[in-house]
């Protein structure tokens, strides 16, 4: 199905490489397609290691220059990025919502979100401030600058095709870091549309290259990266094998690295909670997406004593979900990205099912829709030997699970090797404060499920990863200190 956009030019099917876009070669393309149907939208090139050294090749030439460049002027750059943006927001909404299935209400709204972090990187990058230390001995001065680390490679996901490749550039651009990008492959057009605008905005030639290519021919793209050593950071948002492995063959090059990998989020509703904001809480936190968010609450602990009021509530919010594609405006919950993640949710749910969950409300495919669509399902007395407790389900599922103390509920929330995101709803302070603490997670929402903002540290612990972004510490992630001491001053 064709989409017109009022600006064309948005439409871009080519790697750009040292400011020049380059189309696929016969016969070398990746189809995207539109998850509501699985029809095609474009052709974009599924690119090997000669796009990848290409890449690099550029981001490196260019590298000296751009961090030379005034920090006032890669501002000047970001926020005119961040204008035009905002100027073009409904043709990206409407892009990001044809690749990648969400409604267009959450397309649109993702493009405002992607430009909160330009804008708020195009502030940060002037106040990279280094110290002036006090020397320990006569006849010295001492300081710590900040420096851009070099050329980074950002490796981008599916599920925020906007604001997650913003989130890991504007940053870089604003650092004085050169980067080479490879979206993720069900959805390149939102992000070679955005490059395409920050090279309208003045990021100069070599500064940001990009090169699309498929799930099998990822890996020839990535360790021409993890081996090249002018590569000197990693930036990945995606799963936890792949963060590990990343991890582990960038310690030949001792790459700096940000990894923003799986999550298995506990949201947990105590006795003394506002039960009708817990259930506002989870609609938000949980179906943001469908489903589809690394800090999607993953298991749900409600205590006996509030269990029939919250799930009955939550029953009814979740029964009149609107389901449907994107192109229908009234839709609340769109297609999965794939096949694989409809068949993994169906998984989960007949895993649970077999084990004694009852199902309150959904529980299958919606095949009149179309094969990627799931219905958003409640599921009840969930316990921790089932697949949907451990893995992250990362669909519109939400499994309730009963507790009766404190103590217990952090146990099994900290549970997991995961630590992305946590939430709880309690309006007792001295709980709040102790629950806080005891939760091992890099993110904790507090009677809240909206949990995202550009001034905010996003990132985990343990196996979900390292490294922030977004606020004061995205930025430090794409800067290394160096001291100088200048002796023989007296
Ligand atoms: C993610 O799912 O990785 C990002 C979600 C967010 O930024 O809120």
Known sequence: MHLTLSKPGLMRTGNFIAGQWHEAAEGTALVVTNPANNEPIARVPDSGAAAARAAVDAAHAA????????AKVRAQCLKRWNDLVLSHQEDLGRLISRE??????????EVAYAASYIEWFAEEATRANG???????????????????????????????????????????????????????????????????????????????????????????????????RVRKITFT???????????????????????????????????????????????AKFRNGGQTCVCPNRVFVHDAVYASFSDLLVRRVAELRVGPAS???????????????????????????????????????????????????????????????????????PLTRFGDEAEVIAQ???????????????DVRRIWRVADALESGIVGINEGAISAEAAPFGGVKDSGYGREGSAHGLDDYLHTKYLCQGQLD
């Open 238 to 284: 995606g799963s936890t094998p792949v963060g590990k492995h990343l991890a582990r063959r960038s310690a030949d090059t001792l790459k700096k690295l940000s990894l923003e990998l799986g999550g298995n989020a506990p949201f947990i509703v105590f006795e003394d909670a506002d039960i009708k904001a817990a259930v506002d809480g989870l609609m938000a």
């Open 100 to 109: 990648q299935g969400k409604p267009l209400a959450e397309g649109i709204g």
């Open 131 to 229: 110290d002036i230390i006090p020397a320990p001995v006569p006849g010295r001065r001492m300081f710590a600058l900040r420096e851009p680390v070099g050329v980074v490679a950002a490796v981008t996901p599916w599920n925020f095709p906007a604001a997650m490749i913003a989130r890991k550039i504007a940053p870089a651009l604003a650092a004085g870091c050169t980067v080479v990008c490879k979206p993720a492959e069900d959805t390149p057009l939102t992000s070679l549309a955005l490059v395409a605008l920050a090279a309208e905005a003045g990021v100069p030639p070599g500064v940001l290259n990009i090169v699309t290519a498929s799930r099998e021919r990822t890996p020839e793209v990535v360790d021409v990266w993890l081996a090249d050593a």
């Open 63 to 70: 590298f000296p220059a751009w961090k030379k460049t005034p």
């Open 413 to 427: 929330a900290n549970d997991t090797p995961f630590g992305l995101a946590a939430y709880f709803y309690s309006r």
């Open 328 to 398: 229908d405006e009234a839709s609340q919950i769109g297609p999965m990205i794939n096949a694989r993640a409809v068949e993994k949710i169906e998984r989960h749910v007949q895993d649970a099912v077999s084990r004694g969950a009852g199902v309150l409300t959904g529980g299958k495919r919606l095949p009149a829709l179309g094969d990627n669509y799931y219905a958003p399902t409640v599921l009840a007395d969930v316990d921790a030997t089932m697949a949907c407790a451990s893995e992250e389900t990362f669909g519109p599922v939400a």
